[in-house]
């Protein structure tokens, strides 16, 4: 073998080596990207933020929020979705993607197929508000009020398919009132115009909600969850209020793209979970209106597979337009 071929044969081993160390390394041997498919300063961009905060502090590894708004968190996913399954990018997906599917004709991937459920977060109420100036201060006021006046109320939503849209449709389906959706591309940019009277009522994240209810800014009627939520203990939920079977919490969780591998899976999984019940960040997200959840792989795919279930069904019974 001449003086060439050895120097060759040399840099082919060390590549060789050096790929079988790369592969050997423990996960998480590089830096984590976590998108959010919200805009900043939202409640999606909050729990995203907090989760990965910790989440670099359990794994020892830097996380970086890569935020991608739009579609309904569509972009975001499918930013997830198209990445390498390595462990290195994760999405902090809502329920608006167990909804898309049911709401959009073109949902450019397949949640239940191209994604992994890794672990449930954390869930947030909403709160119906209206402005002061719409004559109801309660449930049963404002479903009277709407049927008197079929498509003249507006609610603001954060965009097409999100919690504050898929609310609103659950209330409308169950109570048969008509009210007209106003679509913002996020709570921060649908708050002005609900704060000016221009538009009547939002089912708005808890953690929004309360400081505008406390400054008498709106008006808060219920909360959407089962159960009063410990933050507004004196407000009725919708059930209790009169509409009988409602029930909604927007929820947060962590997905990865589904080919990666399940030991990855399962360190992520232990990990969020630690850090959602960790002293420190459960305080903090409790003391913001969210209710930590904490759930692993096998659990939270269960739920996640229900949501689709249901939303396919609540589409269907309202007969809610499909969206391009």
Known sequence: MNRKSKFAAIAAALIVVSGFAEAAEPYPAKVIRMVVPYSPGG???NIGRAVAAKLAEILGQQIIVDNRPGAGGNIGAEATVRAA???????????SLASNPALQRKVPFDPLKDLVPVSGCCEVPMIVVVHPSLPVKSIKELVAYASRNPGKLTYSSSGIGTSS???????????GVDMLHAPYKADALALPDLLSGQINLMFMFQTSALPQMKSGKLRA????TAQRSPLAADLPTVAEAGVLGYEFSGWFGLFAPAATPKEIVDKLAAASVKAVHSPDLKERLSQQGFVPIGSGPEQFTAFFRGEVQKWARVVKQGGLLLLD
């Open 221 to 224: 009627l219920a909360v959407s």
């Open 85 to 95: 399954p390595d462990g290195y990018t994760v999405v902090m997906a809502a329920t």
């Open 165 to 175: 849209h898929l609310a609103a449709e659950l209330f409308k389906v169950l109570t």
């Open 43 to 45: 409640t999606g961009d």
